[in-house]
Every structure is written in C-alpha cells, then in structure tokens.
C-alpha cells in the first residue's frame, strides 16, 4: 500500500480537534486562497467552498514538491500519497445563508433570527488526493438541524460578551456558552462544529486510511511520559 500524509487546509483549532480525536496522524496547511461563493443551493456552495480550499493547497503542495525535486532536494517521498482535507460551514435559516459575522450588531442580528427556531448547519468536505502529478477530488456534504430556545436580547447580549461570535458561521458556537440555548439537534454534532467527524471516517476508509485510535493513544502517552 502507497504511503499517505494527511493534510488538514485549515487553521480552524476546532477541525483540528475533532482530527486529533478521531486519532488522525495529519500536518496543517491553511487555504490562502480568497473564497468566492459559487452555485445555488447550499449544499452547492458549501461544497463548492471546500473544493476550492483542497484544491487550493493540494495544487500548491504538488509545485512546491516539484520544485524541490528540481533543485535536488527529495520533497514528497517516492509512492506517497497526499490526501488534502478542506471544509467549510454556513449556517441557513429561511434560505439565508449565515456566515460569519463581521461585527457585533451583525452577530446580534444572526442571533435574534436564530432564536425559537430551527435552522439548518451545513458543512461540505473535499479530499483531493494528489499523487504524482495527477489530482483526484472527493466532495461531500452533511446537514445538521439544530432548534434553539427562545433569547432575550438581554441574553443574546451576554452570549456575545463571551467573544466566540466572530469566527463562527451564524455567530454562536454549539460546544461553547451557546450549548446551554439549544434545545435539540437532528444529525451528526460535528457537522455543526465544523467537520462531519463519521462521514470523513468513511471517506478516509475509501481512501485507504486506516485508524487505529489505540495506537495513537498509546503513542500520546508515551510522549508525555518522556517529557
């Protein structure tokens, strides 16, 4: 079997937990590409979102390994594989796509739409496989609906005052001070966080990624045992 480097194209400290957890052995090469929304319907967009961030370090990756092959230098390994993993999140409520929001009173006013009711969380993930010179790419998406509580604006105020509104897509993150507003969720829990932790498991088995979590629970502890 071919070696494989898994590559995670995101700095979101969240995506590179739910990796950590799933016992995946894997280095971090955020997309520097600007995204640009594309297609109609929001699993279209989001997975077109995701493409364009696997796309975008998978190619970058693959020039640099050949141009240190051209200056001598051994760069990507004889027969490895790299498998580029890009995500991305909306949030929808009433067709409205939900970013993230770019002040607080925009946040305040995500917020205040999402309260007392259910919204959808969609989040697409692309694996491009880059081997040689050729680049393969497997897009999918997963939906979440998550029902929220009825908010005052006085506690919509204090949620916001936490700071985690600004670098999440509908202003609120479900594993933070925002757990305690939601009433219910119907589907996979790490959609909402930011990576549909099953879904990815089953495409990495079709890539021929194997997870042994023990033995990387194993390895971890001897790590600390050696510090």
Known sequence: MDKKQVILASASPRRKELLEQMGLSFRIVPCEK????????????????SYQKAEDVAQRLQDTGAELQQEGDCGQEAG????????DT????????????????????????????????????????????????DTFSECTSVKVH???????????????SMDKAGAYGIQGGFAVFVEEIQGEYGTVLGLPVAALYQALRRQGVRIRQHENVEHERGEKLRR
């Open 150 to 164: 009825s908010m005052e604006d006085e506690e919509i105020r204090d949620y916001l005052a936490l700071g985690e």
């Open 34 to 49: 600007e995204e640009i929304i594309t297609g109609v319907t929001p699993k279209e967009i989001v997975e077109n979102l």
């Open 90 to 137: 909306i949030v929808v409520c009433d067709g409205q796509i939900m970013g993230k929001p770019h002040s607080e009173e925009e946040a305040f006013a995500m917020i205040q739409k999402l309260q007392g009711r259910t919204h959808e969380v969609y989040t697409g993930v692309t694996i491009a496989r880059a081997e040689a010179n050729n680049i393969a790419y």
């Open 80 to 87: 490895e594989t790299m498998l580029v993993i890009g995500s």
